[in-house]
């Protein structure tokens, strides 16, 4: 058994939940903050037999889509570096972050 932890865009979570229903793929969602644009986004954790962890991916991959995001960035503007003023930075996010680790144990008490 494999656990697979995906972080997605809020905006793909509930595209992926559904895909998720129909596949009769059992899933945990967790909101969670992305520690570079500190927003929000949603972490899936999902345990799954192996020979269904390609079954998986291929999900993720199709219902999670890259997006443009601009964050902020602060730059001085003056040779005495006394005013400084933010500008947008362009960073493209997702489709989605996966890891795939091994399961010691199952336990369902
Ligand atoms: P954030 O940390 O908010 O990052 C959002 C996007 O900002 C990233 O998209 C990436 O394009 C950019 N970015 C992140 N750190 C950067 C840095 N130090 N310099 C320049 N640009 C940077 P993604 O790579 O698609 O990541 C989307 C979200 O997935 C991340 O949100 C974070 O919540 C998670 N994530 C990504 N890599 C991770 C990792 N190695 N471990 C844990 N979580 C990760």
Do not use: H, W
Not at 12 to 19: G, H, R, T
Not at 78 to 105: H, N, R, W
């Amino acid at each position: 058994m494999k656990l697979i932890i995906a972080v997605v865009q809020d905006q793909d979570q509930n595209v992926l939940s559904s895909a998720f229903f129909e596949a009769n793929i059992r899933a945990t969602k967790l909101s969670s903050t992305g520690g570079f644009l500190r927003s929000g986004n949603t972490t899936f954790i999902i345990g799954i037999e192996e020979d269904r962890v390609d079954e998986v991916l291929n999900i993720i991959q199709n219902s999670c889509q890259a997006r443009e995001q601009f964050v902020s960035s602060t730059m001085n503007i003056d040779v005495s570096f006394d005013v400084a003023t933010s500008y947008p930075v362009k960073v493209e996010v997702g489709g989605a972050t996966v890891f795939v680790l091994p399961i010691d144990q199952f336990i369902q008490f």
